[in-house]
């Protein structure tokens, strides 16, 4: 059973177009996360929810809109995409603060 | 703000070849402290972790204590096989929020 799964694996796109990510979790955390990996390999938290409710926007554009149906889903909707959003876009979950972070398998996102 | 910091890659060792990549930590308060792997085109994986001064976290042949006084948290192994190749990172998470920060990566090649 996949723990933290997201879809789709790869998403090539043009720019301007609006696309997004689903992400679904099957451990029963409270905390949901959405990070960027860039080119280099560096990790950037995006947004963090607890129990639905959204703690954490680390200044993203409002060009990204995080959705959180229900504890189990947190979903990634981006409209009106540039090429700088190419990237691989981590869901991951957690128990709560003070604990690590269960990520899926990524969401490669070429916008061309 | 909290932060973490690890040796710049890549690092190239041949195979059972001893690994360190340090990595230290700035906090506020008394975080958790991790490492995860992350394996070519696939998502993050937590290697160890520790949750408070002096405890060492070990897997799969890593080891990684939490040094308070130094702030630190370096990864070790004595023996080193190709199957290692990956980008490690040092992270860690805080009571006061909801998030993991992880430092910048360091990747790792073993060649036989």
């Known amino acids: 059973d996949t723990a933290v799964s997201q879809t789709p694996k790869y998403l090539v796109t043009q720019m301007g177009n609006d696309k997004s990510i689903k992400c679904e979790q099957n451990l029963g955390h409270d905390t949901m996360y959405w990070y960027k990996q860039d080119s280099k390999k560096f990790l950037k938290i995006m947004f963090s929810y607890n129990n639905k409710e959204l703690i954490i926007n680390e200044t993203v554009p409002n060009r990204f809109s995080p959705k959180s149906p229900d504890k189990a889903h947190l979903n990634l909707h981006i409209n009106s995409l540039e090429l700088g959003d190419s990237a691989v876009y981590f869901c991951?979950?957690?128990?709560?603060?003070?604990?690590?972070?269960?990520f899926g398998q990524g969401t490669r996102l070429t916008v061309v | 703000g909290d932060s973490v910091t690890q040796m710049e890659g890549p690092v190239t060792l041949s195979e059972e070849a001893f690994l360190t990549i340090n990595c230290t930590y700035t906090a506020t308060g008394y975080p958790s402290l991790f490492w995860y792997v992350q394996y070519p085109g696939e998502g993050l994986q937590l290697l160890l972790k520790a949750t408070k001064a002096d405890d060492k976290g070990s897997n799969k042949g890593f080891e990684a204590t939490y040094r308070k006084e130094t702030t630190s948290f370096h990864l070790e192994k004595g023996s080193v096989q190709v199957s290692d190749s990956a980008v490690y990172f040092c992270a860690l998470s805080e009571t006061s929020y909801d998030k993991v920060i992880f430092g910048p990566g360091t990747s790792l090649s073993v060649i036989p």
């Open positions: 991951a979950s957690s128990r709560g603060v003070n604990t690590e972070a269960f």
